[in-house]
């Protein structure tokens, strides 16, 4: 077990594809990856919301990740995964193009988005407010979600 | 003896039996002279002794058994039931009940003060016994002596049973009947039976025994029982054996003469196969025996931990996708066997699929039995008389629910008992009868599960109520003045307003019906009160059947899998687009004089349209809510299945017009509508 005690500078992450850019959520929320499956489209929602899939008997809803953050729609691919995240009691299914890696990354390569877009005064725009920080790992970026944000824990969806 | 394993099975059992204390004492009371009751009770009560003894919890045994001594001079009508009597068998079973919490707590059982109870009780045993008999032990033991002296000749013969009697005379075999009297501190009394059995079978065969073999099992008998045996032994020489088998009081041997059979050719054919015949004979008793107990268990039921269904739904989840997947490869590979198993294996996962559902559904008996006892003794301590009435305690609910609505609902029938119902005096002078009427009433409504505590009480004083919620600062004087009495009496909901301070002055209601309100939204339920000034009121309950099964119409809007509740549904028609007549720009049709609007479901769900099918047929779902008819358009019917309701999720819980969803037997998700919003 020694050498999986991550230090506690070190956070472990799933990361994933969304089009060419490489994004990445905590490890601690992620439940399982499942392969595409089918998805029961639900009426009045909004668009990032792709519907519900069953998982071993229960319903659990799909948020297509790319429409949610603002990036162009793509067809589903045979690498498209879904993520399947916890956090605080929701569970729920996301749409990934494709699932890379999990990658340990020490907290002091990771920039958190104040310190990103503090100079340029948008901290809480719309597409940056779903974006907890950027890690680097040797140059490769991976941009970090804040996932309360994303499922609209804050009182955004209704 | 490692009792831990059996601590579960204890505590479960051990609850069943003080229910049915409580459920039979009940009767008990209201007909003293109701000997399949008492008869009941004793049995409980001893059961619960040798169970609580086996495991060690002395305080329970002997409790128990002190009641016994009272229970046994009521059952052989010594002693009357009276008040005071079942009143004190009250107070024993909540001791026991106590006790049992205790021990199920990991507390020791004997905290529990019982030295009152047992010394009434002593004093109701002795004080219908003869002055020279000190305890009541004594005294049924010396009852059982007495009944000794009655030659043990009760046995009924059958034809079958002469038959082999005489036949065994034949081949030199004596019949004797033995009775057998067990000590009266003889806990493991099966085990003593089950002994004498085989020490009998030893030397003979055992051919009848009273009570039948499955009643010894299961300690369904007194400290006596009675067996014919068949034997080539001398009667001492079984006395000698069975006494000395421990615990063993007294062994009364009695040989059988039996008339020679008037039938004689019956006799004759016996004879042929006279030694084949009571050997055999003896095991085809046992067999039977077993097969009675096998009837028994059928009608048993086994206890499993909720956690464990929930794993065995996921896991059987889990099979019909990949049975799916099966199916896939079959018609993808084009392989007919496959397909073929496959289609086998579907209809078994289904079934096994509805099973699990099913098994984890409750009826509403199991809360609404404890209710009469509830009552019973609210209605003494508040000196009124209560008449409660049960309705529809089949209805079932899903497990979770049932475990959370007990609670809530003794609150509020205990509301109802005494804010409600008046005083007899006061009844009366309303001309009202003196007994009020409180009912307990469960049925399915809709996708809903309706439970409703109805009084005929004096109802709630809508202007109290304002007046107390304004005092209390809940609501602004203003507010209050806006107010239709409908919504002031639902204040009685709110938090602020219902402190215990605020009922000992008001007449209203109010003892903690925001908890109530609370628990039953946290159900996902809602709650609500219609009252009438001396008519009394009526709480209702509306449970969602969360995870409930529901019988559903799958239909298809393009290629959109939907659920309709088949109770909302009125008919199914076809028709075609020249039947839809517009009035004032709303789509309708006429059916049998009847004027019904339409909702086209793929317009009123939004879905995308492949194509416009205007030309074909047309299947209209008929639904209604309350008097109010509507038809949804769609586009196949699919067919009627049991589906069973899951909840969208927090994320999703906004959308009104789904209520919720199910899996299909493939797999696939199906949305079901709420087909009263789909009407608005």
Same mark, same amino acid.
């Given at each position: 077990m020694e050498q999986h005690e991550v230090?506690? =500078?070190e956070v472990q992450i799933v990361a994933f594809k969304l089009k060419r850019e490489e994004y990445g959520m905590s490890i601690l929320n992620v439940e399982e990856i499942k392969r595409l499956t089918d998805i029961t489209r639900v009426p009045f929602t909004p668009d990032f919301i792709k519907g519900v899939m069953n998982l071993r008997g229960s319903v659990l809803p799909v948020i297509d990740l790319k429409k949610r953050i603002g990036l162009p729609d793509a067809e589903y691919t045979d690498a498209t995964r879904i993520i399947v995240v916890k956090l605080e009691e929701i569970t729920v299914g996301m749409i990934v193009d494709a699932v890379t890696e999990v990658l340990t990354i020490d907290s002091?390569?990771?920039?958190?988005?104040?310190?990103?877009t503090s100079t340029e005064n948008d901290a809480h725009s719309e597409s940056n407010k779903f974006i907890n920080g950027i890690g680097n790992l040797n140059n490769r970026l991976?941009?970090?979600? =804040?996932?309360s944000e994303i499922l609209g824990l804050n009182g955004e969806i209704k | 003896m490692d009792t831990n394993q059996y601590m579960e099975m204890f505590l479960e059992e051990s609850k069943d039996h003080l229910q049915s204390l409580n459920e039979r004492l009940l009767d #008990?009371?209201?007909? *003293?002279?109701? $000997? $399949?009751? !008492?008869?009941? !009770?004793?049995? $409980? @009560?001893?059961? #619960? %002794?040798?169970?609580s003894a086996t495991m060690g919890f002395t305080a329970i045994a002997e409790l128990t058994h002190d009641m016994e001594n009272v229970l046994d001079l009521i059952r052989n009508d010594k002693l009357k039931a009276d008040e005071d009597i079942v009143d004190v068998l009250f107070?024993? !079973?909540?001791a026991l009940q106590q006790m049992v919490d205790n021990v199920s707590d990991g507390d020791p059982e004997n905290s529990v003060e019982v030295k009152d109870l047992v010394d009434r009780l002593n004093a109701i045993a002795t004080g219908?016994?003869?002055?020279?008999? *000190? %305890? @009541?032990?004594? $005294? @049924?033991? %010396?009852k059982a002596d007495n009944e000794t002296i009655v030659p043990p000749t009760d046995i009924e013969l059958s034809d079958i049973d002469l038959d082999l009697i005489n036949s065994a005379k034949d081949s030199g075999l004596r019949a004797m009947q033995v009775k057998v009297i067990l000590a009266d501190t003889c806990v493991l009394k099966t085990v003593r039976s089950y002994m004498v059995m085989s020490a009998l079978d030893e030397i003979g065969d055992v051919i009848k025994s009273i009570p039948p073999t499955e009643d010894l099992e299961q300690e369904k008998f007194d400290l006596e029982f009675e067996l014919i045996l068949l034997t080539g032994e001398e009667e001492q020489k079984v006395e000698s054996i069975l006494m000395n088998i421990s615990e063993i009081k007294k062994v009364i041997i009695k040989l059988i003469n039996v008339p020679a059979p008037v039938k004689k050719n019956i006799s004759v054919e016996k004879k042929a196969s006279v030694p084949a015949a009571v050997k055999k004979n003896a095991p085809a008793v046992k067999k039977q025996a077993i097969q009675h107990h096998d009837n028994m268990k059928s009608g048993q039921s086994v206890r499993v931990g909720i956690e464990r269904l929930d794993s065995l739904m996921n896991l059987v989840g889990e099979l019909v996708i990949n049975k799916t997947r099966l199916e896939q490869i079959g018609n993808t590979h084009r392989i007919a066997e496959l397909v073929e198993t496959v289609e086998q294996m579907d209809r078994v996962t289904g079934d096994l699929q509805s099973i699990v559902m099913k098994v984890r559904m409750v009826t509403v008996g199991q809360v609404f039995n404890r209710f009469p006892r509830v009552v019973r003794d609210l209605a003494k301590e508040l000196n009124k008389e209560v008449n409660l009435t049960i309705e529809g305690e089949d209805t079932e609910l899903d497990r979770t629910v049932i475990d959370e609505i007990g609670d809530p609902l003794v609150h509020l029938i205990r509301n109802s008992m005494d804010h409600g119902i008046e005083? *007899?005096?006061d009844r009366e002078a309303k001309g009202k009868s003196r007994v009020g009427k409180v009912g307990l009433i469960a049925r399915h409504e809709g996708n809903n599960v309706i439970i409703m505590v109805t009084d005929d009480g004096a109802g709630i004083d809508a202007n109290i109520i304002r007046n107390k919620a304004i005092e209390k600062g809940v609501i602004t004087q203003e507010d209050g003045d806006n107010m239709t009495d409908a919504e002031a009496v639902r204040l009685i909901f709110l938090p602020g307003f219902s402190t215990s301070d605020v009922i000992t002055d008001v007449s209203g209601r109010g003892v903690g019906m925001d908890v109530v309100r609370t628990t039953i939204e946290a159900l996902g339920g809602v709650i609500d009160v219609e009252t009438k000034k001396n008519e009394g009121s009526i709480f209702k309950i509306k449970l969602p059947l969360t995870l409930a099964i529901i019988q559903a119409l799958l239909v298809d809007v393009q290629e959109e899998i939907y659920a309709i509740p088949l109770a909302a549904i009125d008919s199914t028609i076809n028709i075609t687009p020249e039947d839809i007549k517009t009035i004032q720009n709303k789509e309708t049709i006429v059916i049998r004089g009847e004027i019904i609007p339409i909702v086209r479901l793929d317009r009123a769900l939004n879905v995308v349209s492949a194509e416009d099918k205007e030309d074909e047929e047309i299947y209209v779902v008929v639904v209604h809510v309350g008097d109010k008819k509507c038809g949804i358009m769609v586009d196949k019917l699919i067919g009627q299945q049991e589906i069973v309701i899951k909840t969208l999720g927090k994320l999703l819980s906004g959308i009104k017009v789904i209520s919720g @969803?199910?899996?299909l037997g493939n797999g696939q998700i199906a949305l079901i509508l709420d087909v009263a919003i789909l009407m608005q």
């Open positions: 230090s506690s =500078n002091a390569h990771i920039t958190s988005s104040k310190q990103i991976v941009i970090l979600l =804040n996932l | #008990l009371e209201r007909d *003293p002279a109701d $000997s $399949s009751a !008492i008869n009941e !009770i004793f049995r $409980s @009560a001893h059961t #619960l %002794k040798g169970m107070k024993c !079973i909540d219908n016994q003869q002055p020279a008999a *000190p %305890k @009541a032990a004594e $005294s @049924a033991g %010396k005083h *007899p005096d @969803a199910t899996v």
